[in-house]
Structure formats: C-alpha cells, structure tokens
C-alpha cells in the first residue's frame, strides 16, 4: 500500500508514544485518521485537539461500519493483546491492518531515512539527529519515542523535505521492516529475552538490522560493541569515548553547568563543542550524531549551534527543581546499563551530593532476567525507595517481586514505598538530589513529588 492510495488511517493503541507520532504524520498528510486507546491521556488529548477522533472502548465488529475497507489502512501496537475484538474484527473482515513498524517502513521507503537503533540511548540520539537536521536548509521529518522539549511533540514534519528521522526499535524484531540510508546503533545490551530468547540472538537482530542499510549509506557504531559479525557492504564507522573509535570524544567537562567535549576524527580536531544537556552517556549519544552529519556534509557550524539549543526530552534527564538546596531530575531509566549510566552522571555532576532514587521496575520478565543486574545498579544511590513492578502486558512471575529485590540490594537505607505513599515516604527525611526513575506510571508521580517541594 502507498502513501497516494490511502485515505483512512485507523490505529489501535494511537495513544502509544510511537504510534501516536505515526498518526500525527498521517493527520498532517491530509488523511483521516482516527482510532482506539484503552485510557485517555494528556498524549490523546493532544491528539484530539489535532482533530483526530478517539474512543476508549472496545468497538467490536460495529467499527466496521464506520470504515471502507478498499481505502483503509488499519495499524496496530505489538502491545495490544491477541483477543482484542476490534483487531481481531478488522483482521477476519480482510482489511489491510499492519503493525507500527511496517506502518514506519511504508513511510521511510518513499523518503531518504536517518534510522537510529540501540537497547537504549536511541529517543535521545535520535531526537538530537532530529533537531539538527530540522534546523537545516533542507529539514526533516522525525518520529521520536518521547516529547522533544524544544518542539513539546514525538513528532516532527516539514511536508517539503525528504529526509526522515526514525527510533529503530528492536521490541518484537520491528526494525527489520527498515530499509534506512543511514544508521546509528548505540547499545545493544541484553533486553527482551522474553523475545529474543538469549542475548546472542538479540545481537544477530542488529547484525541483520544493519545488513539493511543501504550499501551507499553509512553507519554508525558504538565503538563499545562487537561489530565483528558485520559483513555488509555500508561503510562502517565507530564513535566513543574511546581510543579505538574513528570518532572520538575527549575532554569531557562542565563549566558552569554547561556541557562540553572535544571531538578528534583522524587528524581533525573540533574543540569545545557544546551540549545543552549533561551526562557523558548523552555526549556520547550527541558525538554519533555529530560525525554522522559531518560525513553526510552538513556544515560544522549548523551542528555545533543546534547542539547549543537542544533542550531534550520529556523524561531523559529532566530537571524539575534545580535549587542550591534541593535537585530533583527525572529519567525513563529502566534497564541496569541504563541506571548505572545515569546514576553515574548524576555523581559526576553533583559529586559532594546525596543521591536519593525512586525506581519502580518495569515488567516482570525484565526483572527476572537482570535482578543482580538491578541490585548493583540502584547500590549506586546513597538512599532508595522501590515501587512495586509495572507488569504492562504481562502476568506475574512467581517469586518475582519489587520486594525480592530490595532485599539483595546492598545499601543501609533502602525502603519500599508506593505511587500513593511516596510523597509522605520521602518527607519523612532530608533529601539533596532526588531522582525519580522507570518506564510504567511512574511519571505520575512526579508532579505530585515535585509540588511538595515548591
């Protein structure tokens, strides 16, 4: 199906953070779109006030009615189950109904694609990528898996320009419907072993994934991976903070709160570029960036200034209170590289501080599968509160609890708490850095948390 034969657009989960930015490029292209989301959120009111209709209840055979089949595209989110009426009425009625991903892949194959790829470290990569290009002469398109801060949107579209930025996403192997120009793999750490299986096979996923960038293209490689089974055609260049990298990071620093870095490829240095956003992790992230728009001959000087005003995303180390007294930063850290990385950052930046953490793991298979994992990475705060695990679209696992865990973690003032207690919980002692971190509902907590301190 082309772009030019559709003429509905119907999503089932459109209030998901990657289909909803599927659904507002479609809704800009003139389309009708419309769909179903099990509850109502501040990302389907948005969504709403962009003229996109929105139920949330399960329609059943009766939504056929309200579509034509000849002209309707029907997408849907891996994370719906396989009982849901609607898609199961849409699939027997013999509509054209795909997954998110080969929904993303029907768009990239008609434009010049920017895929970045990684267990983590790909919305913030890619949403960096994105706001670069977008201040180009030539701009983009972008479907990032957060709310980027400088546009307050997961979705980013100039209807006149031909490239495209995309998060490759390796949950349920979707990125293997991508056929990108160039590529950038950030991480490829053992996750979704309920997919996967084993760790090695999610490492042949990226393998294959890089197989399908264009042989006149570049890629982009974390000079941290093992990249030895690659045995395409593409150019292939490593980034990091590492001697080995053909891009290399140096100097790492702040001054005055302000991010800066080195950048050495061969026999050229570019010094004193500047991030508007802390962490090595994210320097890192900023330098693939940076040396991939280099090789693609996008000038110096538009990605040194773009890289001054980028202002993040929702949730990937965002600050909500920076006093002399009291910090509060907040991150979608969800896996044990993930938190070590943030964690690590946090004590770099406020080395003389106290580090408190509020976590509440996500999924019960992830923290099965990594809970030594989750032990030494949260050790690394000086105070912790756990909420109980998120299951998403999972049942529980017995034995495989929030409590468990906290019960290997090696620190002394560690404590359960909940998404209705923590407020009173925390204010029960005195906090210099407080850090709220996950993937679930913990974002509700947050402005709760936030208010109690203002």
Same mark, same amino acid.
Request: glycine share 6%; with cysteine; net charge neutral.
């Given at each position: 199906?082309?772009?030019?034969?559709?003429?509905? +657009?119907?999503?089932?989960?459109?209030?998901?953070?990657?289909?909803?930015?599927?659904?507002?490029?479609?809704?800009?292209?003139?389309?009708?779109?419309?769909?179903?989301?099990?509850?109502?959120?501040?990302?389907?009111?948005?969504?709403?006030?962009?003229?996109?209709?929105?139920?949330?209840?399960?329609?059943?055979?009766?939504?056929?009615?309200?579509?034509?089949?000849?002209?309707?595209?029907?997408?849907?989110?891996?994370?719906?189950?396989?009982?849901?009426?609607?898609?199961?009425?849409?699939?027997?009625?013999?509509?054209?109904?795909?997954?998110?991903? @080969?929904?993303?892949?029907?768009?990239?194959?008609?434009?010049?694609?920017?895929?970045?790829?990684?267990?983590?470290?790909?919305?913030?990569?890619?949403?960096?990528?994105?706001?670069?290009?977008?201040?180009?002469?030539?701009?983009?398109?972008?479907?990032?898996?957060?709310?980027?801060?400088?546009?307050?949107?997961?979705?980013?579209?100039?209807?006149?320009?031909?490239?495209?930025?995309?998060?490759?996403?390796?949950?349920?192997?979707?990125?293997?419907?991508?056929?990108?120009?160039?590529?950038?793999?950030?991480?490829?750490?053992?996750?979704?072993?309920?997919?996967?299986?084993?760790?090695?096979?999610?490492?042949?996923?990226?393998?294959?994934?890089?197989?399908?960038?264009?042989?006149?293209?570049?890629?982009? +490689?974390?000079?941290?991976?093992?990249?030895?089974?690659?045995?395409?055609?593409?150019?292939?260049?490593?980034?990091?903070?590492?001697?080995?990298?053909?891009?290399?990071?140096?100097?790492?620093?702040?001054?005055?709160?302000?991010?800066?870095?080195?950048?050495?490829?061969?026999?050229?240095?570019?010094?004193?570029?500047?991030?508007?956003?802390?962490?090595?992790?994210?320097?890192?992230?900023?330098?693939?960036?940076?040396?991939?728009?280099?090789?693609?001959?996008?000038?110096?000087?538009?990605?040194?200034?773009?890289?001054?005003?980028?202002?993040?995303? @929702?949730?990937?180390?965002?600050?909500?209170?920076?006093?002399?007294?009291?910090?509060?930063?907040?991150?979608?850290?969800?896996?044990?590289?993930?938190?070590?990385?943030? /964690?690590?950052?946090?004590?770099?930046?406020?080395?003389?501080?106290?580090?408190?953490?509020?976590?509440?793991?996500? /999924?019960?298979?992830?923290?099965?599968?990594?809970?030594?994992?989750?032990?030494?990475? /949260?050790?690394?705060?000086?105070?912790?509160?756990?909420?109980?695990?998120?299951?998403?679209?999972?049942?529980?696992?017995?034995?495989?609890?929030?409590?468990?865990?906290?019960?290997?973690?090696?620190?002394?003032?560690?404590?359960?708490?909940?998404?209705?207690?923590?407020?009173?919980?925390?204010?029960?002692?005195?906090?210099? +850095?407080?850090?709220?971190?996950?993937?679930?509902?913990?974002?509700?907590?947050?402005?709760?948390?936030?208010?109690?301190?203002?």
């Amino acid at each position: 199906m082309k772009l030019k034969d559709i003429h509905t +657009v119907y999503f089932i989960g459109i209030g998901g953070i990657g289909m909803s930015a599927i659904a507002r490029f479609y809704n800009s292209q003139g389309k009708h779109v419309l769909g179903y989301d099990k509850t109502e959120t501040v990302l389907t009111q948005s969504l709403q006030k962009e003229g996109i209709k929105i139920h949330f209840n399960d329609l059943g055979d009766s939504i056929l009615n309200q579509l034509n089949k000849e002209n309707t595209l029907v997408i849907y989110t891996p994370a719906i189950p396989q009982n849901h009426a609607e898609y199961n009425a849409f699939k027997n009625a013999g509509f054209n109904i795909i997954k998110r991903a @080969k929904a993303l892949g029907i768009i990239s194959n008609e434009k010049e694609t920017y895929a970045v790829a990684g267990t983590h470290g790909k919305t913030t990569t890619s949403s960096i990528l994105a706001h670069v290009l977008y201040e180009t002469k030539e701009s983009c398109n972008a479907f990032i898996g957060g709310i980027t801060t400088n546009y307050q949107s997961n979705c980013l579209i100039n209807e006149k320009s031909n490239k495209i930025v995309v998060e490759a996403d390796e949950f349920d192997r979707s990125f293997l419907q991508l056929s990108p120009n160039y590529t950038i793999i950030t991480t490829m750490d053992a996750d979704h072993l309920d997919i996967y299986g084993d760790a090695e096979t999610l490492k042949n996923s990226f393998i294959d994934f890089a197989n399908k960038n264009d042989d006149n293209g570049l890629l982009m +490689v974390n000079a941290n991976l093992n990249f030895t089974n690659y045995k395409g055609l593409t150019k292939c260049l490593t980034y990091g903070f590492n001697q080995s990298a053909n891009w290399k990071g140096q100097n790492l620093r702040y001054e005055k709160g302000l991010l800066f870095f080195d950048i050495v490829n061969g026999l050229i240095g570019y010094k004193d570029v500047q991030l508007g956003l802390p962490g090595k992790h994210n320097a890192e992230n900023a330098l693939a960036v940076f040396g991939l728009l280099i090789e693609t001959g996008v000038p110096e000087k538009n990605i040194r200034e773009s890289f001054k005003t980028y202002k993040g995303v @929702k949730r990937r180390f965002e600050y909500h209170i920076r006093r002399d007294d009291l910090i509060i930063i907040d991150d979608y850290a969800h896996h044990p590289k993930e938190i070590t990385a943030f /964690l690590g950052s946090v004590k770099e930046i406020y080395p003389t501080k106290k580090i408190t953490a509020v976590f509440q793991p996500h /999924l019960f298979s992830r923290t099965n599968d990594f809970m030594n994992e989750f032990a030494t990475a /949260l050790a690394l705060a000086d105070n912790l509160y756990l909420l109980d695990i998120y299951p998403a679209r999972e049942l529980p696992i017995k034995g495989v609890t929030s409590q468990v865990l906290l019960d290997i973690i090696k620190m002394d003032n560690k404590q359960m708490s909940s998404k209705k207690h923590i407020v009173a919980d925390l204010h029960q002692s005195e906090h210099e +850095v407080i850090v709220v971190l996950g993937a679930g509902d913990i974002d509700t907590c947050i402005k709760p948390i936030v208010k109690s301190y203002e």
